[in-house]
């Protein structure tokens, strides 16, 4: 894991957007900080501490400087009918303190405690309802509110927004964390230095047609891979078999690709795709140009799109990545992501901006063991989407400005 510092953090933000918990005094004080800790478990064993680990700088900043914090979190789906013990951050407490070295105190709040850290918010279905009862309760709890939770930036829930809209006239700040993913998703992206390429994949087009449309204009390239590249074939006119495509999308996806041939944009499609007949390790496997047989379907990019993709992609000076190329979670369906990966990461090396989404892109990332030659991997799947697709969170508007 690529260690995050405080000055990597506030190195691209130049406190513009919203004041930072830098930017308050916090001694004597005790900080209402809400973090992402929504970590992956496995029989109680976090198997990813990442998220854990980003938080790290804000709540160090505030200690360090003779402040104390109440964290809050959610962690999973729980039904909200109050505990759960698979979802529990309790192992997370106990992360925390090996990471911070000092003890944690987990449950509910302690007046005393240097940190505390609460059980997870959403065992009170208040939380997801943005309760006011329940806000309330939070909101007791702190002379400051911070907020560092970028993956959950999006969610009109008690945490992110009731609170903050209880705490007016005390400060209401953003963690650096929080900073830094609306400086590197916010206006890295706005004032990019071209070229300016993205590569948008994963399943779905209409999980990704509002950041098309945003983009359009503003990158000099969109590389289109994953399955959601077959619902753009086909609206071309191209016969894909069996690959998964959504129907009701392709109208949508032949008047997208009449705006980006309107635009500046160009956006380009795979033009040869590695085919099986079922997504499974050991299945026969094919690479064929358009059109794709009868009972097979496309499970990545081809080595031909590859070259070229690649090829672009090492000329880039700004990069945003969302979404895989292909099932690369079944090798050897993964090529096409990794030869991605692998040159966004040489690109990086040579001088370029790259930002990662969060969920299937960052997870890549991590596999492929990429994490320290990208200049940032952002916290939050959806929340990084939204900001693609130029979308504003209540739960940020809420944060002072800068004095």
Known sequence: MKNISRRFILGMYNGSMKRTIEQVDVSGKRILMRVDFNVPLQDGVITDDRRIIMSLPSIRSVLERGGKVTLMSHLGRPKGEGYESQYSLKPV???LEELLDIPVHFGDDDPDAEIVLLENVRFDAGEKTGSTTFSEKLATLGDIYCNDAFGTAH??????????????????????LLASELQYLGDAIEHAEKPFVAVLGGIKVSDKMDAIKHLLGKVDTILIGGAMAYTFLVATGKEVGKSLVERDRIQDAKEMLDAAAASSTELRLPHDHVCAQQIAKGTSVQVT?????????????????QSKYTGTLLHAKTIVWNGPMGAFETPPFDEGTRQVAEAIAKATTNGAVSIVGGGDSAAAITTFELEAQIT???????????ML??????????????L
């Open 93 to 95: 407490a106990k992360r």
């Open 155 to 176: 969610r009109n829930h008690a945490s992110m927004v009731g609170v903050p809209q209880l705490m007016e006239g005390k400060p209401r700040v953003a963690g650096l």
């Open 289 to 305: 140009n358009d059109p794709i047989p009868e009972g097979w379907m496309g499970v990545d990019i081809g080595p031909e799109t």
């Open 376 to 386: 940032h991997i952002s916290t939050g799947g959806g929340a990084s989407l939204q």
């Open 389 to 402: 697709e130029g979308k504003s969170f209540n739960s940020v508007e809420l944060l002072d400005n800068p």
